[in-house]
């Protein structure tokens, strides 16, 4: 269910892949990445282009959709964890919001459609 569930997430356009511990951080936008996965290794992005990530699918226990009010409005992810509950991967819904700063209702009819199809809290 992890391979589907990251499947569908890149499907959507402008969303953002960031992984991060204490002492780096990458991003990659999901628009026009491909995915795979070989064993235990999911690969997202072109192996051979300028930007990729792979996540190690037996270290994901799980995943929660998070709508996280911030001072001027409510961000939207799906993040993932290890055992120890500790995020390892996040994705980020972008352009969330017009420039009147008005929620863009098709974007959040995306996420609305991945949160109901897998559940607010996934274990793998």
Same mark, same amino acid.
């Given at each position: 269910? &992890?391979?589907? *569930? *990251?499947? #569908?997430? @890149?499907?959507? !356009?402008?969303? *953002? &892949?960031?992984? +991060? !511990?204490? $002492? =780096?951080?990458?991003?990659?936008?999901? !628009?026009?990445?491909?995915?795979? /996965?070989?064993?235990?290794? @999911?690969?997202? $992005?072109? !192996? #051979? $282009?300028? =930007?990729?990530?792979?996540?190690?699918?037996?270290?994901?226990?799980?995943?929660?959709?998070?709508?996280? /009010?911030?001072? #001027?409005?409510?961000?939207?992810?799906?993040?993932?964890?290890?055992? %120890? %509950?500790?995020?390892?991967?996040? =994705?980020?819904?972008?352009?969330?919001? #017009? +420039?009147? /700063? %008005? &929620?863009?209702?098709?974007?959040?009819?995306?996420?609305?459609? *991945?949160? /109901? +199809?897998?559940?607010? +809290?996934?274990?793998?």
């Amino acid at each position: 269910m &992890l391979f589907e *569930l *990251l499947s #569908d997430i @890149i499907k959507v !356009n402008d969303v *953002l &892949l960031i992984t +991060k !511990n204490i $002492g =780096a951080t990458c991003e990659i936008r999901s !628009n026009s990445l491909t995915i795979r /996965q070989k064993e235990k290794w @999911i690969t997202i $992005g072109d !192996n #051979d $282009g300028p =930007a990729h990530m792979h996540v190690n699918s037996e270290m994901i226990k799980s995943a929660e959709f998070i709508q996280e /009010q911030r001072p #001027d409005k409510i961000s939207f992810s799906i993040r993932f964890f290890d055992e %120890n %509950n500790e995020r390892v991967v996040a =994705a980020f819904f972008t352009k969330m919001y #017009d +420039k009147s /700063q %008005n &929620l863009v209702s098709d974007r959040k009819v995306l996420y609305d459609s *991945l949160h /109901q +199809k897998y559940s607010s +809290k996934i274990k793998f």
